[in-house]
C-alpha cells in the first residue's frame, strides 16, 4: 500500500471520552503509512506482525506506522516489528505528546534512513507524558526516542546486535528529559554515535554492557545536572574512535553532579581516557569499583575540570596499562582540585610517563590554584606498578598546594624506567612538600637501583679542578670538561639508561679584549649544548663559573701550524711514519721548515731515551766500566771532608792508619766581594812562636793556631748563589749550604754511580732553600775545600 492505510480524525479533545482503535493477532506489511491519527485516539496492538519495505515517499506520508498529531496513546504487546527497510526520511512513528507503552515486543532488522525508530515531538499544551518501555526484547538498527521534556523508564530489557552507521545517539536522542534503565543488558552494538543523547539525566541500575564498539567521543555522555550509575558490568568494551571515551562530561558553566557506584571494567580497550571529565564546576564521586585489563591510549580516568570536587574510596585498579607517552598515569588530574582518594588499591598497572597518579600542573587560573587546591591520600596500597619513564606510583608537577594530607599508604616494590620508582616530583615548593612521610615508601626501583623519591633535573656543576678558573690552551687543542647534572633534593643523577643524553650544553669562547684585530681560534672534540627548549621545560641552572682561557698563538714542538678552509690557524698534531712507535718507544717532532704542512716523512722520528736505531726497539745497555774509578774518587773526597768536619785525623804509623781527635775546622771570611775559607789548626808544640807564611798566634799553653785561607769569589749568575751584599746573613747562609750539601753526599754518590755515562764524576745540584747551586760551584767549593785539608 502505497498511500495511507487508516485516517482517523476527531473534532474535539476530551481526555475523559477517547476513542479506542484495536488490532489483534494481524498480519500488516509494506504500508507506507499504516495509521494517520488526528488527536484523542487510544490504539491497542496485541499478538502482531508488521514487516514492510517502503522505497519512496508519498508527499502526505509522514510516518510509516504511525504519525499522531497529539494526545495520542499506543500500546503494543506481543508483537513483532521485522524488516523494516525505509528509503525514506520517514521514522517509524511520530507524535506531538504520546503516552507509549511496549511490552513483550521485538524489534529486529529495522533500517531507517530517517535516523530514529520513534520521534515523539514537545507540546507545550500538554504537561504529563509517560514513556514507559518494560519487559520487552529488543533487536533494533535504529533509535528509539526522539522528544524533549520526559520521564523514560526502561526495565528488564535486553538490547543487542545494533549496527548503527550514523553519529545520531543509538536508543535516545531525548532533549533535557530524566531517564532510569534498570536490570537490562546492551550487547553486540556497533555504534558510530552514542548509546544516548548527553542532555538528559540518567540513573544505570543493575545494567550490563558487553562486546560493544563505539567510535563516538563517549559512549555515554553526560551535560545535564546529575547522573547516578549503580551497579553496572562492562566487558569486552572497545572505543576505537579518536580520544573516544566511555563515560565523557561534558564542557557546562553550571555545577554538575557524576555518582558512580560499584562499577565493573574487564578486558576493555579505548583510544582516549576511559573516563573524561570536564567543566567548569562538578562534583565526581567513584567508589567500590573496579578496573581490570583495560588498556587505553589516555589515562583511565582523566579530571581536566576547571574546579572539581572529586573523591575516590574503595576502587581496585589492577593490570591496567595507559600507553600514552604525554598524559600520564592511571589517574590524571589537574587544575584547581579538592581530592580525596582513600582506601583503594592500585596493583601492577603499567604507564608508559607518571605512575598511577599523576597531578598536573595545567592550571586555569592560578589565583584560584593558590586558595584551592587541596590533596588527602589516606589508606591505599601502591604495589608493583611500573611506569617506563618516571614515577612508578606516584608522579607530581604541582607547584602549589594550599592543603596535603598523606596517611598510613604503603608504596612497595614500583619501578621506573628512569627515575623515581616510588615518587617522583618535577617542582619543589618548601612551604608545600609532597612527602609521604606517614606512609611506607619501600624497594621502589629506577633502573634497577633502590630510588623511592626523584625529582628532575635541576642544575649542572662543573666536576673538572681548574686552578683560580684559568687554563692555557692553543688554537685546535682539546679542553677537556666533566659536568655532572644534579637534581632539585641536591641528588646526583646517575643517568644509568642514558635518557638525558639529549640534553646538551653549548660552550663558546668569547674574547673579553677591546680592540679591534680579530682572532678566530678553534676548539674540537666533542661538542656540547643545551637546547633552550629542552632548558625551558626542565629550567636547569648551570652552577658553572667563568674560565678565562688564554690561547697561545705558537704551537709546541709536536704540533704545526695548520690553516683549515676558513683560515683559522690551529695547531695540528705532528704525523710520522707508520712504523714510528709514537708513544711507546719514539715521539714525533715537528717539522716546521714548510708552513702549513704536515708531512709524515718530513717530521722526525726522534727515540725516546733509553733507545735507538731506526724503529726505536733497540734498548740502550749503559757503559760501567768506570764506576770503580768514580767509587774511589767519589770516596777519597767524602773521606776527608768528612774528616774535617767530624774533627778527626787520620795518622799513618808504619801500615796502619790511626784515626785521632783534632781540633782542626773550617770557617769563613768576608773581604769585600771575596769570601775566603779558612782552615784553622791548632798545634801541640812546646816551642815558642815562630813566625810564618801562613798567619799564625800562640797560647799560653804554647799551642800554635796556624790559620790557612783560600779565597773563593762568589760571581753574580741566574739561578746560583747572588749577594747583592757581603754579611753575616749570607756568610752563615753559604756556610749553611755546605753543611747541608755534605750531608747529602751519600745519596749524590749512589745517583752518580747509577747514572754514569763517563769518566767524570758529577753531582746532581739540589735546590737547597730556594738557593741554587750549579753542578761546577758545587764541585769547586767542594774541591777547594777539601784540598785545604791537604796543605
Known amino acids: 500500500n502505497n498511500k495511507r492505510a487508516i485516517y482517523l480524525y476527531s473534532n474535539y479533545f476530551n481526555l475523559d471520552n477517547r476513542n479506542s482503535v484495536e488490532f489483534y493477532n494481524s498480519r500488516i506489511e509494506k504500508n507506507l503509512e499504516f495509521i494517520y491519527s488526528d488527536y484523542n485516539f487510544d490504539f491497542f496492538i496485541e499478538n502482531c506482525y508488521f514487516s514492510g519495505t517502503i522505497k519512496k515517499k508519498n508527499k502526505n506520508s509522514k510516518s510509516t506506522f504511525l504519525y499522531s498529531t497529539g494526545f495520542d496513546s499506543l500500546t503494543?504487546?506481543?508483537?513483532?516489528?521485522?524488516?523494516?527497510?525505509?528509503?525514506?526520511?520517514?521514522?517509524?512513528?511520530?507524535?506531538?505528546?504520546?503516552?507509549?507503552?511496549?511490552?513483550?515486543?521485538?524489534?529486529?532488522?529495522?533500517?531507517?534512513?530517517?535516523?530514529?525508530?520513534?520521534?515523539?515531538?514537545?507540546?507545550?499544551?500538554?504537561?504529563?507524558?509517560?514513556?514507559?518501555?518494560?519487559?520487552?526484547?529488543?533487536?533494533?538498527r535504529n533509535s528509539l526516542f526522539k522528544r524533549k521534556h520526559c520521564d523514560i523508564y526502561i526495565e528488564n530489557s535486553k538490547f543487542q546486535d545494533i549496527i548503527k552507521g550514523n553519529p545520531i545517539p543509538a536508543i535516545s536522542d531525548l532533549k533535557f528529559s530524566n531517564f532510569t534503565i534498570e536490570n537490562t543488558e546492551f550487547s553486540n552494538l556497533n555504534l558510530y554515535g552514542e548509546l544516548f543523547g548527553e542532555d538528559s539525566s540518567y540513573i544505570f541500575n543493575n545494567v550490563k554492557l558487553n562486546d560493544i564498539n563505539s567510535n563516538s567521543k563517549g559512549l555515554l555522555s553526560f551535560n545535564n545536572k546529575e547522573s547516578i550509575i549503580n551497579n553496572m558490568e562492562v566487558n569486552n568494551i572497545k572505543l576505537t574512535g579518536e580520544d573516544s571515551s566511555f563515560i565523557y562530561l561534558d564542557h557546562s558553566e553550571y555545577h554538575r553532579n557524576l555518582y558512580i557506584n560499584n562499577i565493573e571494567f574487564k578486558d576493555c580497550l579505548s583510544n582516549g581516557a576511559l573516563f573524561e571529565f570536564h567543566g567548569s564546576n562538578n562534583e565526581i564521586k567513584l567508589e567500590n569499583s573496579s578496573f581490570q585489563s583495560v588498556k587505553s591510549y589516555q589515562p583511565l580516568i582523566y579530571n581536566k575540570s576547571k574546579m572539581s570536587n572529586f573523591i575516590i574510596n574503595n576502587l581496585k585498579f589492577s593490570n591496567n596499562t595507559n600507553y600514552n607517552k604525554k598524559i600520564g598515569g592511571i589517574?590524571?588530574?589537574?587544575?584547581?582540585?579538592?581530592?580525596?582518594?582513600?582506601?583503594?588499591?592500585?596493583?601492577?598497572?603499567?604507564t608508559e610517563n607518571g605512575g598511577v597518579l599523576y597531578f598536573g600542573n595545567e592550571i586555569n587560573?592560578?589565583?584560584?590554584?593558590?586558595?584551592?587546591?587541596?590533596?588527602?591520600?589516606?589508606?591505599?596500597?601502591?604495589?608493583?606498578?611500573?611506569?617506563?619513564?618516571?614515577?612508578?606510583?606516584?608522579?607530581?608537577?604541582?607547584?602549589?598546594?594550599?592543603?596535603?594530607?598523606?596517611?598510613?599508604?604503603?608504596?612497595?616494590?614500583?619501578?621506573?624506567?628512569?627515575?623515581?620508582?616510588?615518587?617522583?616530583?618535577?617542582?619543589?615548593?618548601?612551604?608545600?612538600?609532597?612527602?609521604?612521610?606517614?606512609?611506607k615508601v619501600l624497594n621502589n626501583t629506577s633502573y634497577g637501583v633502590i630510588e623511592d623519591y626523584a625529582a628532575k633535573p635541576s642544575y649542572i656543576t662543573l666536576d673538572t679542578s681548574i686552578e683560580k678558573n684559568k687554563v692555557s690552551i692553543y688554537s685546535g687543542n682539546y679542553l677537556p670538561l666533566t659536568f655532572s647534572l644534579y637534581n632539585a633534593n641536591d641528588k646526583f643523577m646517575n643517568d644509568l639508561t642514558n635518557y638525558y643524553s639529549f640534553l646538551t650544553l653549548i660552550i663558546t669562547l668569547e674574547d673579553k679584549l677591546n680592540n679591534d684585530s680579530t682572532v678566530h681560534f678553534r676548539l674540537t672534540g666533542n661538542s656540547v649544548s643545551m637546547t633552550r627548549v629542552i632548558n625551558d621545560y626542565y629550567n636547569i641552572k648551570l652552577k658553572i663559573p667563568e674560565i678565562e682561557i688564554n690561547v697561545n698563538n705558537e704551537c709546541p714542538n709536536y704540533f704545526i701550524t695548520i690553516k683549515d678552509m676558513n683560515n683559522i690557524h690551529y695547531c695540528e698534531r705532528a704525523k710520522c711514519r707508520e712504523s714510528c712507535p709514537i708513544d711507546e718507544t719514539a715521539e714525533c717532532i715537528a717539522y716546521k721548515g714548510i708552513a702549513y704542512?704536515?708531512?709524515?716523512?718530513?717530521?722526525?722520528?726522534?727515540?725516546?731515551?733509553?733507545?735507538?736505531?731506526?724503529?726505536?726497539?733497540?734498548?740502550?745497555?749503559?757503559?760501567?766500566?768506570?764506576?770503580?774509578?768514580?767509587?774511589?774518587?767519589?770516596?777519597?773526597?767524602?773521606?776527608?771532608?768528612?774528616?774535617?768536619?767530624?774533627?778527626?785525623?787520620?795518622?799513618?804509623?808504619?801500615?796502619?792508619?790511626?784515626?785521632?781527635?783534632?781540633?782542626?775546622?773550617?770557617?769563613?771570611?768576608?773581604?769585600?766581594?771575596?769570601?775566603?775559607?779558612?782552615?784553622?789548626?791548632?798545634?801541640?808544640?812546646?816551642s815558642k812562636s815562630e813566625s810564618s807564611n801562613d798567619n799564625g798566634s800562640s797560647n799560653d799553653s804554647g799551642n800554635l793556631s796556624v790559620s790557612r785561607k783560600k779565597s773563593i769569589m762568589v760571581e753574580n749568575f741566574n739561578g746560583s748563589i747572588n749577594f747583592s751584599r757581603l754579611n753575616q746573613d749570607n756568610i752563615d747562609c753559604f756556610k749553611d749550604i755546605i753543611r747541608k750539601s755534605e750531608r747529602h753526599v751519600h745519596s749524590e754518590l749512589i745517583e752518580a754511580l747509577f747514572r754514569g755515562d763517563d769518566s767524570q764524576v758529577y753531582f746532581k745540584y739540589r735546590d737547597i732553600k730556594n738557593i741554587n747551586l750549579t753542578r761546577e760551584k758545587f764541585i769547586g767549593i767542594y774541591k777547594r775545600s777539601s784540598n785545604l785539608g791537604k796543605k
Not at 511496549?102 to 507545550?124: A, R, V
Not at 579538592?338 to 596493583?347: A, D, E, G, R, Y
Not at 617506563?388 to 607530581?396: D, K, V
Open 76 to 140: 503494543i504487546l506481543n508483537s513483532i516489528f521485522e524488516n523494516y527497510n525505509i528509503k525514506t526520511n520517514i521514522p517509524l512513528i511520530i507524535s506531538n505528546g504520546l503516552d507509549l507503552n511496549i511490552d513483550n515486543s521485538t524489534f529486529i532488522n529495522l533500517n531507517l534512513e530517517h535516523g530514529f525508530l520513534i520521534k515523539i515531538n514537545e507540546n507545550i499544551n500538554y504537561n504529563y507524558r509517560k514513556d514507559k518501555r518494560s519487559r520487552g526484547h529488543v533487536d533494533i
Open 331 to 350: 589517574i590524571h588530574l589537574n587544575n584547581d582540585l579538592h581530592v580525596l582518594i582513600k582506601n583503594s588499591t592500585f596493583i601492577s598497572n603499567e
Open 365 to 439: 587560573n592560578y589565583d584560584l590554584n593558590i586558595e584551592k587546591r587541596e590533596i588527602t591520600i589516606n589508606n591505599n596500597i601502591f604495589l608493583e606498578n611500573e611506569a617506563y619513564n618516571f614515577g612508578g606510583a606516584i608522579y607530581s608537577e604541582l607547584e602549589k598546594i594550599n592543603l596535603f594530607n598523606e596517611k598510613n599508604n604503603s608504596i612497595i616494590n614500583n619501578k621506573a624506567g628512569v627515575n623515581g620508582g616510588g615518587i617522583y616530583i618535577t617542582k619543589l615548593d618548601n612551604n608545600n612538600s609532597f612527602n609521604f612521610t606517614s606512609s
Open 597 to 686: 704542512k704536515n708531512d709524515a716523512n718530513l717530521n722526525i722520528c726522534k727515540c725516546l731515551s733509553g733507545w735507538k736505531g731506526y724503529y726505536c726497539n733497540e734498548k740502550i745497555i749503559g757503559d760501567y766500566r768506570h764506576i770503580s774509578l768514580a767509587s774511589i774518587i767519589l770516596v777519597f773526597y767524602i773521606y776527608i771532608s768528612q774528616g774535617f768536619i767530624l774533627g778527626i785525623k787520620v795518622l799513618r804509623k808504619s801500615k796502619n792508619n790511626t784515626y785521632v781527635a783534632d781540633s782542626t775546622s773550617l770557617d769563613f771570611e768576608a773581604h769585600g766581594n771575596e769570601i775566603k775559607i779558612v782552615l784553622n789548626e791548632n798545634i801541640n808544640t812546646n
